[in-house]
T-cell receptor
C-alpha cells in the first residue's frame, strides 16, 4: 500500500498558459500533501504544504498566486502553475502523508513541465 | 537549523562490492529518518524508514542504521548490482508533523 500517482507525467505548454498537475493517494487517505520542485542534479525543494480543507502553507520565496494549490479531498491535491514562463520549467514531485500514521511521506513519480 | 550532509556526492564501485553510504545531521533531536532512491527523471522510492526509537532497519540487501548521538545514519548495500545505480537521498523529520529535510544525495554507479 501507500501508492501516490501524478498526472500528467510530462507536459509541454506555451508561455503564458496555465498548467494543472494532479497528485492522488491511491490506496490511503492523506491529510497532508506536499509539493516539491527539483532542478537538474539538485535535491528536492519544498514549495508548499497542503492540508485537506484548508489553505496551503507556502515556503519562503514561493509565490502563492503563481503556484495555486488545492487540496479538496483526502486523496487529491492539485498544483496549478499560472501564466507559466520558461523559468518555471522543472520537475515537480508531490508526496502524501497518511491520515493518522507516523510521520512518513510517500512520493509520486513526478511531472516534467516544459514551458516553451 | 537542521542540516543534512551526504558525502561523497558521487561514488563508483565494481559490481559485487559491499558499500556504505553515509548521512550526517547536525541536530540529534530527530523524529524519523528515511532513505530514498531516485532514478533519473523519476520520483522518489522509499527504501527504509527508521523511527527515532530504532537503531536499524533491514530490507533485502539493504540495511540502514541510525546513531542519533553521533548524528549519523548509514545505508549498507550488500553485493551491489548494476541495477542499484541511482541517487540515494537521506532525509529526516524533526517532529511528528514536521517537514522533511533532505541531504543532497549520493549518486551511485555500479560498474558491471
Amino acid at each position: 500500500g501507500a501508492v501516490v500517482s501524478q498526472h500528467p507525467s510530462r507536459v509541454i505548454c506555451k508561455s503564458g498558459t496555465s498548467v494543472k498537475i494532479e497528485c492522488r493517494s491511491l490506496d490511503f487517505q492523506a491529510t497532508t500533501m506536499f509539493w516539491y520542485r527539483q532542478f537538474p542534479k539538485q535535491s528536492l525543494m519544498l514549495m508548499a504544504t497542503s492540508n485537506e480543507g484548508s489553505k496551503a502553507t507556502y515556503e519562503q520565496g514561493v509565490e502563492k498566486d503563481k503556484f495555486l494549490i488545492n487540496h479538496a479531498s483526502l486523496t487529491l491535491s492539485t498544483l496549478t502553475v499560472t501564466s507559466a514562463h520558461p523559468e518555471d520549467s522543472s520537475f515537480y514531485i508531490c508526496s502524501a502523508r497518511k491520515r493518522g500514521g507516523v510521520n512518513e511521506q510517500f512520493f509520486g513519480p513526478g511531472t516534467r513541465l516544459t514551458v516553451l | 537549523k537542521q542540516e543534512v550532509t551526504q558525502i561523497p556526492a558521487a561514488l563508483s564501485v565494481p559490481e559485487g562490492e559491499n558499500l556504505v553510504l553515509n548521512c550526517s545531521f547536525t541536530d540529534s533531536a530527530i523524529y524519523n529518518l528515511q532513505w530514498f532512491r531516485q532514478d533519473p527523471g523519476k520520483g522518489l522510492t522509499s527504501l527504509l524508514l527508521i523511527q527515532s526509537s530504532q537503531r536499524e532497519q533491514t530490507s533485502g540487501r539493504l540495511n540502514a542504521s541510525l546513531d542519533k548521538s553521533s548524528g549519523r545514519s548509514t545505508l549498507y548495500i550488500a553485493a551491489s548490482q548494476p541495477g542499484d545505480s541511482a541517487t540515494y537521498l537521506c532525509a529526516l523529520y524533526t517532529g511528528a508533523n514536521s517537514k522533511l529535510t533532505f541531504g543532497k544525495g549520493i549518486t551511485l554507479s555500479v560498474r558491471p
